[in-house]
């Protein structure tokens, strides 16, 4: 069983930058695609960026260019830079980790970051 632990989210103006991190631990976390969601007041929760265990990332097209997911197998963590901050950034942000054996899904969520861009 995974257990992940955000961190790093707050308040910061638009145009700003923030890191997030999501330390994960009780599972083979290298074996592990991760990836962030997140989720605005009223709205579906998102998929924002992805990376699998081999290091390919993905990301939704409104932050590409601007949000680097990374992740360090070594301190079973996953980040996720976030550049030039925009007021629709603001969402609650939540790490993700996933892994198909054969037949069988494991998913495991963290409690969520607060990120909020305003001036």
């Known amino acids: 069983q995974a257990q992940l632990v955000e961190s790093g989210g707050g308040l910061v103006q638009p145009g700003g930058s923030l890191r997030l991190s999501c330390a994960a631990s009780?599972?083979?976390?290298?074996?592990?695609?991760m990836a962030w969601y997140r989720q605005a007041p009223g709205k579906q929760r998102e998929l924002v960026a992805a990376?699998?265990?081999?290091?390919?990332?993905n990301y939704t097209d409104s932050v590409k260019g601007r949000f680097t997911i990374s992740r360090d197998n070594a301190k079973n963590t996953v980040y996720l830079q976030m550049d030039s901050l925009k007021p629709e950034d603001t969402a609650v942000y939540y790490c993700?980790?996933?892994?198909?054996?054969?037949?069988?899904?494991?998913?495991?969520w963290g409690q969520g970051t607060q990120v909020t861009v305003s001036s």
């Open positions: 993700n980790a996933a892994r198909v054996v054969l037949t069988t899904s494991f998913e495991y």
């Open positions: 009780g599972s083979i976390f290298r074996l592990y695609a």
């Open positions: 990376i699998t265990n081999g290091g390919s990332t």
